[in-house]
C-alpha cells in the first residue's frame, strides 16, 4: 500500500485521509475484500486504533473522522488492505496536523518612509494571531 494523503479539507475539526485502491498486480492478483484505516489518536504512534475496515469489510479510499481533535495535535495514519489470501503489510505512516490553512491578512496599506525612501507596508494579522499589528519596510533602490 502506498502512503495515504491529506486531503486538502482537513481543518482543526477533521482530518480526511485518502488513499488509492490497489488494482492488479498491486493486490495480489485476488480482489480487494477490504481497506483497515488505522490512526493513533495523538499518542505518536504507541497505540493504533481501527477506524474502519477491520469489523467489517470497507471498500472506501476515504475517511472523515468523527473524533474529537484537538488543534495542533499531530495524528498518524496508516493503511492495509486484504484479499482472500489475508491482510497486507501496513502503508507507510502519514502524519497530519490538525490544522488549516492561516486566515487572510487585513487591513494592507502602503505609506512611503521618509527618512529611507523605503515602501512601508503594514497590516493586521490573522484574527486567530491576535490582531496584532505587523510592519515590514521594502527600500527601493533605484
Known sequence: ???????PLTTTKKIIV?????????NGYSTVESYNLQWDRGTKGITWYNLIG???????????TVHT???GTTYKFKVRAKNFFGWS??????DIKAATWPENTQSVTTTIDG????VLVSWLAPYNNAQ????????LYS
Open 69 to 71: 481533535l484537538t488543534a
Open 18 to 26: 485518502d488513499w488509492i485502491a490497489l488494482n492488479v498486480p498491486e
Open 115 to 118: 527618512s529611507t525612501g523605503g
Open 54 to 64: 477491520f469489523d467489517a469489510d470497507v471498500l472506501e479510499t476515504r475517511y472523515e
Open 132 to 139: 496584532v499589528l505587523q510592519r515590514y519596510e521594502i527600500l
Open 89 to 94: 503489510e501496513f502503508s507507510p505512516i502519514l
Open 1 to 7: 500500500m502506498a502512503t495515504p494523503t491529506r486531503d
